[in-house]
């Protein structure tokens, strides 16, 4: 792959009806260009996880996705409440989640574990009242 292929996504907040649909042209995108399965996996699992992370907490946001031949980069902004604690709401199991979110099947405190654990690389830059960053990379 010569250039960086760039895909953008704009998350809605709240609409758990379409969530998951930019995690799904990632993973069909990757699948196309030839990508190995397992990488395929990856940065699928990484980006549902930060897709369904902003509709649940952070009234949508935008996903930028980097794909070139040796990693993929996903940048995750949004300009929600922001992570009061990034430490804490990186334990498994720790959720702000609403109870909507929860009655949905959502919100089991696994999103940014599950991000980390599927990626070689993660960064989170959050403010409170200003919103959050995630950025992950998966090397190919």
Do not use: W
């Given at each position: 792959?010569?250039?960086?292929i760039k895909?953008?996504?704009n998350?809605d907040g709240?609409?758990f009806?379409?969530a998951g649909a930019a995690s ?8 196309q260009?030839?990508?190995d ?8 699992i990484?980006m549902?996880e ?6 649940i ?6 996903a930028d996705?980097y794909?070139?031949?040796d990693?993929i980069?996903i ?7 922001g992570?009061?604690?990034?430490e804490?709401?990186?334990k498994e199991?720790y959720?702000?989640?609403s109870?909507?979110a929860?009655?949905?099947?959502f919100?089991a ?10 990626t070689?690389?993660m960064?989170?830059?959050?403010k ?5 960053t995630?950025e992950?990379?998966?090397n190919?």
């Amino acid at each position: 792959m010569a250039e960086t292929i760039k895909l953008q996504f704009n998350i809605d907040g709240n609409n758990f009806v379409d969530a998951g649909a930019a995690s799904g042209k990632v993973k069909k995108t990757l699948t196309q260009l030839g990508f190995d399965p397992a990488v395929i996996r990856r940065a699928a699992i990484a980006m549902y996880e930060g897709e369904i992370n902003m509709v649940i907490h952070a009234d949508g946001g935008v996903a930028d996705v980097y794909i070139d031949s040796d990693k993929i980069r996903i940048v995750l902004s949004d300009k929600g409440p922001g992570i009061a604690d990034v430490e804490l709401a990186m334990k498994e199991g720790y959720s702000t989640a609403s109870q909507e979110a929860r009655d949905l099947g959502f919100g089991a405190g696994m999103g940014l574990p599950n991000m980390k654990n599927y990626t070689d690389e993660m960064t989170v830059n959050s403010k409170v009242g200003v919103g959050t960053t995630v950025e992950m990379i998966i090397n190919c």
